[in-house]
Nanobody, 125 residues
């Protein structure tokens, strides 16, 4: 069974940090560009970050540039999202998905056919 499993969400105060993990089960992540997306209540899902499969190039949405860092560890079949300087507007359910498309300041999900179940991130002020 092909699965993407997210973990690492939680409640954190303004300015705090969290590290999200996305692990593949029955699914080899290093074949794909892996992305993080988020959806806040009442809002459309938006791309957060994307990391390519071949050269490890990274892409970020404008609202998270300089604060979030995406990385991958193929030996552990995992992709991570380090989130620093968190703000209340970062509160959302975060999903990992494959594949993603990365552009300067924008991450697209048009071809993402594999999704995790999501992990809640809540930033309190």
């Amino acid at each position: 069974q092909v699965q993407l499993v997210e973990s690492g969400g939680g409640l954190v105060q303004l300015g705090g940090s969290l590290r999200l993990s996305c692990t593949g089960s029955g699914f080899t992540l290093d074949y794909y560009a892996i992305g993080w997306f988020r959806q806040a209540p009442g809002k459309a899902r938006k791309g957060v970050s994307c990391i390519s499969s071949n050269d490890g190039r990274t892409y970020y949405g404008e609202s998270v540039k300089g604060r979030f860092t995406i990385s991958r560890e193929n030996a552990k079949n995992s992709v991570y999202l380090q989130m620093n300087s968190l703000k209340p507007e970062d509160t959302a359910v975060y999903y990992c998905a494959a594949p993603c498309l990365g552009y300067s300041g924008y991450v697209a999900e048009e071809f993402a056919g594999y999704w995790g179940q999501g992990t809640q991130v809540t930033v309190s002020s």
